[in-house]
């Protein structure tokens, strides 16, 4: 597809309020601000001037182009300050334990009587309202818990559970929060009102094995049961995947090894076993080179390091240098979602924590003076650029 030559972004004009830490939250309101939501993360301030944390919570990645206020809602005068906010705002994006925040008088039922059009999307590890809603959860929790890590050492054949080395469950869940956000905001053109959205990482862990889930669900015994699996094969230098997927991809693989008239085996054991024999006697670039002749699918095991620097990512843009408060310029993996006639690169770096501090109490009316107060008391914090 043609870059857009538009600066325009989908989601100028939305307000975002962001209440989130770690990665699912923050995973989201990246997204949002890739969009061109002008999102304000809320953090605590400095216990120190020196306390030597000044970039905003989390990996940068995951704050590229917000605003970062450090603020302590556990104050009475800084639960002012985000209840201002939050009255203005379209979307509250949190991820705390399920009741902190009504019980400090923000929760879905508090604000929507002042502000009835807000998205109020909470993250958690088990809903808001269920049984298993007290329990703390991380990713790692789901990717246990949902079936994540067994069907990955089943695809594996190993005896051994293993971990992944991403947290999926926490990806998962900021991704389906973003979708959700945006239908309750199209949802709210047709209805003029917001709406709470739940999302939980064991459901979006779940939902990832909804395709595996169904001979399970059959009641196929977890002895017979194997996942699909797509294998690797080795070659004299590395290894290659090859994936048959269809016959006439059959076809294709078998000729590129001088194989064209072998008819593909009934058993896919026997056909893996038959390309892993092909590709074990020739180096990664000659197996991919066949293949690629050949037309056929594969793919080249690569380190992220490797991926990074991938000549397709670079056609795509997929990796963008982008201002960095610290490190001045910092190199970044954009948003994937390319659109025609509208921009989602990056609206700017990851901010320090508190660095819009000023800037957005003075937008939401408070003067010069009271500004200086709740710096004062350690009610907000602010860091200027250097």
Known sequence: MTKPTSVRRILAGIRVVDLTQFVAGPYSSRMLADLGADVVRIEPPARSPM?????????????????????????????????????????????????????????????????????????????????????????????????WI??????????????????????????????????????????????????????????????????????????????????????????????????????????????????????PREASQLISKWVSAHSVEEAALLLEKAGAPYGVVKSMYEALAHPYFAERGMIVEVPDPIDHTAQFVRSPLFFSEASSAPMGGPPLAGQHTRDVLADLGYDADRIEELLRMGVASHQALE
Not at 117 to 143: E, K, N
């Open 150 to 267: 067994w069907v990955q050492q089943m695809a594996q054949g190993g005896q051994t559970p293993f971990t992944v080395g991403v947290s999926l469950a926490d990806m998962l869940a900021g991704m389906h929060a973003f979708s959700a956000i945006l239908a309750a905001l199209y949802d709210r053109v047709n209805t003029g009102r917001g709406q709470r959205i739940d999302i939980s990482l064991m459901d979006s862990q779940l939902a990832l094995l909804s395709e595996v889930s169904s001979e399970p669900l059959r009641g196929q015994s977890d002895r017979a049961w194997q996942p699909f699996r797509h294998g690797l094969q080795e070659a004299k230098d590395g290894y290659i995947s090859v994936n048959i997927g269809v016959a006439h991809n059959w076809c294709r693989i078998a000729a590129a090894f001088g194989h064209a008239d072998l008819p593909m085996p009934a058993d």
């Open 51 to 147: 306390e030597g944390h000044p970039r905003t919570e989390g990996s940068p990645s995951l704050n590229l182009g917000k605003k970062s206020i450090s603020l302590d809602i556990k104050h009475a005068g800084g639960l002012e300050v985000a209840r201002r906010l939050i009255d203005r705002a379209d979307v509250l994006l949190e991820n705390y334990r399920p009741g902190v925040l009504p019980r400090l008088g923000i929760g879905y039922e508090d604000v929507s009587r002042t502000n009835p059009g807000i998205v109020y999307a909470s993250i958690s590890g088990f809903g808001q309202d269920t049984s298993y809603s007290h329990r703390r959860a991380f990713g790692a929790t789901a990717q246990a818990e949902a079936g």
